[in-house]
């Protein structure tokens, strides 16, 4: 009987180590579960519910254009053509033609510093902030997702997983990887994928989107050096640069847009924050790297006056690496700029001089060639632009935005053809009248001919064409036989429309006078 109660007790305490022993192992089980993943929130089917159910119109809240599936449009207007105002006896017949462009762009340049609200994964309210590339944060509970660096042998060390997300943890994360990857890429070196675009600049806001670089999207600081305009005394043609070492993307949250935000976050916030008029938005990815912009600059002149600008700045940079005398000719006249964009999208401008294109630390080719193209420690990547998805149903949020602009175009400059000049001589004299003035291409007057006037006469004349700074001189004659005495004259540099003047007055004493031109 005692041995019975001793095998029943043996028993018993086995039975009790096991269920404790079963229970640890359940309990450090779910602990480990806990550390990949967050408890789903409770509310996060209504969430869902909610978030899926908004019925904002992206296209109208973003302003997106009708662009035909392309990243432009552009519609002449209307054309006009007139003289240019004369300018030392020199016109010129100009055409203007009147344009109207819409762009839509998914892509955003970084062209702002100390942008706090972006990073791989961040949350922002889809508003106008958004459009001129200052999104606004949205201060919301936020949950956990996963970002993926594109780099060739970094593997599961470019997978990052985001808990309780800021920019500082995401940066620090990302550097931690890319340190990785510095350390262990042996001779995988990365090089650049480069995209450039070139147009003629006709005004800043129009060739920035041309070129992908939305001034709308700048701070002052790099919209001065952007900003530029041609005209009928000079041309600008602008060439960007958009050098990509790698992207980092995040993985949408499928189905499921709650799993963006955190696990103890109630519907009642969520609508107070996110709604129709200002919907939530995520940065699905930075791209990074550099971002180079080439000014070329030269004077109006009937050689450049018709020729595609652009063309020869492609050319420049040996895009089209046919020779082309005519090119060659603009380029040697011509000024460059290159300014480059960091990612605090402090702007660095540099002069730089043709024959700096193909050779020479500093010129346009060694920024863009060489070891100034691969991915290093001592040549890193910086943000240089983004792209959104709206977290009701990850579709890319695409801005729409317009400008209008003029392109003049004017032929070679030409004499001014002066308008006519009449004078009257109602006085009691005889008189006469003459134009002073420059001729064309001097720097010296000369007197033209001298046109004489009974009393009750009259005469209609104008200054040679070409002549400037022209004067009218009048002078009157007492007697037959008496001195010609000048009694007015009157400025009247270019005669752009007809004019009229009358001698009156005088006796046997007196000249007379013109009214509006006296001594």
Not at 107 to 121: E, K, T
Not at 169 to 190: E, F, H, P, R
Not at 302 to 330: C, R, W
Not at 471 to 496: A, N, P, R, Y
């Amino acid at each position: 009987m005692k041995h019975l109660k001793q095998h029943t007790m043996k028993f018993f305490l086995k039975f009790i180590l096991l269920f404790a022993i079963t229970l640890v192992v359940f309990n450090c089980s779910k602990a480990d579960d806990s550390d990949g993943g967050e408890d789903e929130n409770p509310f996060a089917a209504s969430i869902n519910e909610y978030l899926l159910g908004l019925s904002y119109d992206a296209n109208t809240l973003l302003d997106v254009k009708d662009t035909g599936g392309m990243p432009n449009s552009r519609e002449n207007t209307s054309n006009s053509q007139g003289n240019t105002p004369p300018v030392n006896g020199q016109t010129s017949l100009c055409y203007i033609a009147n344009y109207s462009l819409d762009s839509n762009f998914d892509d955003v340049a970084i062209l702002r510093p100390n942008l706090d609200a972006i990073y791989p994964g961040a949350l922002v309210a889809a508003n106008d902030n958004m459009l001129n590339g200052n999104p606004d944060p949205l201060s919301i509970e936020k949950g956990a997702y996963t970002l993926r660096i594109n780099l060739p042998g970094i593997g599961q060390n470019g997978v990052l997983n985001i808990q309780n997300p800021s920019k500082s943890l995401v940066d620090t994360k990302i550097d931690n990887a890319l340190q990785w990857w510095y350390n262990n890429s042996g001779d995988n070196q990365i090089p650049a994928n480069s995209v450039y675009s070139s147009a003629n600049l006709y005004s800043s806001m129009q060739v920035s989107r041309d070129i992908g670089l939305n001034l709308s999207w700048a701070d002052n600081n790099v919209a001065s050096q952007l900003s530029f305009n041609s005209n009928t005394e000079r041309r600008v043609a602008t060439m960007s640069f958009k050098q990509v070492f790698f992207t980092i993307t995040m993985d949408s949250p499928e189905s499921s847009p709650a799993d963006m935000l955190g696990n103890t976050i109630t519907l009642e916030e969520v609508m107070t924050r996110i709604t129709d008029e200002q919907p939530a938005a995520y940065v699905s990815s930075v791209s990074y790297g550099k971002i180079f912009i080439l000014r070329m600059e030269t004077e109006y002149t009937e050689e450049t006056s018709n020729i595609d600008l652009s063309a020869v700045l492609d050319y420049s940079v040996n895009v089209d690496a046919n020779y082309d005398e005519q090119k060659n000719n603009i380029i040697e006249s011509s000024t460059f700029k290159l300014l480059s964009i960091g990612g605090n999208a402090e702007v660095g401008v540099s002069p730089i001089s043709s024959s700096d294109f193909t050779s020479g630390p500093g010129g346009f080719i060694d920024a863009i060639t060489g070891s100034n193209a691969l991915l290093s420690a001592d040549n890193p990547g910086v943000p240089i632009a983004y792209t959104m998805r709206f977290l009701k149903d990850n579709s890319l949020a695409k801005m729409g935005y317009h400008t209008d602009y003029s392109v003049e175009q004017c032929d070679p400059s030409t004499n001014f053809v002066h308008e006519d000049v009449n004078v009257v001589n109602n006085s009691y004299h005889d008189t006469r009248f003459y134009f002073k003035y420059k001729p064309a291409g001097g720097n010296f007057y000369l007197t033209g001919p001298k046109y004489e006037l009974n009393q009750g006469s009259q005469h209609t004349a104008s200054p040679p064409n070409g002549a400037y700074d022209v004067e009218i001189v009048f002078e009157s004659q007492i007697g037959w036989f008496g001195d010609w005495e000048q009694i007015g004259d009157c400025d009247l540099g270019h005669v752009t429309s007809e004019r009229s003047y009358e001698f009156v007055g005088g006796d046997i004493d007196d000249h007379g006078h013109v009214p509006g031109c006296g001594l």
